[in-house]
């Protein structure tokens, strides 16, 4: 009898997980601003508009280089532990 291989094990790359971060890495987080504003310091309704701001750029047709797509989903993490950890203190 002829024995046939067994087919190739096909290994399935798993999508890149985030980062976990804590929310004092979340405060942490600097702006974009000259002053390098801490995000902790921003106040929540600037949170919000800057999130809206990093996801648009992010489904857009051109989100921007690997680098710069990671450092952007790295501040919307942040902004969004922070605006999360602000909603539960209400």
């Known amino acids: 009898p002829v024995s046939t291989p067994p087919p190739p094990q096909v290994r399935e790359t798993p999508p890149p997980q985030a980062v976990e971060m804590t929310l004092e890495q979340a405060m942490s987080e600097k702006a974009s601003d000259e002053a390098g504003t801490l ?18 750029k992010l489904k857009s047709a051109n989100p921007g280089t690997p680098d710069e797509i990671a450092t952007r989903q790295r501040k919307h993490q942040a902004i969004g532990i922070i605006l999360a950890s602000r909603e539960a203190k209400q």
């Open 39 to 56: 995000y902790g310091n921003i106040p929540t309704e600037q949170l919000a508009i800057m999130s809206n701001a990093i996801t648009k």
